[in-house]
T-cell receptor
């Protein structure tokens, strides 16, 4: 089955700096890669996703890049703000309707004001 | 639209007692997931339903866990008997057929004493 590894497990940045979280996956059939943000005590929520036919996607201060050859994808947050502090999960999903979704172990991001 | 609703939010039980969690997905979402989330970890799939059919239950410990999704809408996850290691958050999520985004409930936090 799919295995998703995520690094780092914790990340502290100064407000205004950039943050990068990296994930690798094992199943070459995976073709959908979402990122979820989970604030303390709350539900995970999708913040951005990318499909395998795209190498990069950007939405305001967040962007995701995908390298299918290396089976590697990353989340980039620029101009970080205190409200960006949360746990971020990457995930990979196989083809055929994005059915099975396998999550990484999470990155706890702390933005220091 | 209303989000995914789970109950109870918190449950404290003695080991060997039974417990049940309920999930009401977003209307029209055919796919329903139960995930287990341990503290500091990513969600781990327990079971996935397509309508009323359990299509992926390979990670469900069937000796003590059971689940059902009658009429392809609400779902119940049961543990009997509960063990200390079952203490975790049980997340329910739903998805429409045509998109990859998972919509999570707020989770049911189980503490087994």
């Amino acid at each position: 089955g799919e295995n998703v590894e995520q690094h780092p497990s914790t990340l502290s940045v100064q407000e205004g700096d950039s943050a990068v979280i990296k994930c690798t996956y094992s199943d070459s059939a995976s073709n959908y890669f979402p990122w979820y943000k989970q604030e303390l005590g709350k539900r995970p929520q999708l913040i951005i996703d990318i499909r395998s036919n795209v190498g990069e996607k950007k939405d305001q201060r967040i962007a995701v890049t995908l390298n299918k050859t290396a089976k590697h994808f990353s989340l980039h947050i620029t101009e970080t703000q205190p409200e960006d502090s949360a746990v971020y999960f990457c995930a990979a999903s196989n083809s055929g309707g994005y059915q099975k979704v396998t999550f990484g172990t999470g990155t706890k991001l702390q933005v220091i004001p | 639209e209303a989000g995914v609703v789970q109950s109870p939010r918190y449950k404290i039980i003695e080991k060997k007692q039974p417990v049940a969690f309920w999930c009401n997905p977003i209307s029209g979402h055919n796919t329903l997931y139960w995930y287990l989330q341990n503290l500091g970890q990513g969600p781990e799939l327990l079971i996935r339903y397509e309508n009323e059919e359990a299509v992926d239950d390979s990670q469900l410990p069937k000796d003590r866990f059971s689940a059902e999704r009658l009429k392809g809408v609400d779902s119940t996850l049961k543990i009997q008997p509960a063990e200390l290691g079952d203490s975790a958050v049980y997340l329910c999520a739903s998805r429409r057929d045509t998109t990859g985004e998972l919509f999570f409930g707020e989770g049911s936090r189980l503490t087994v004493l």
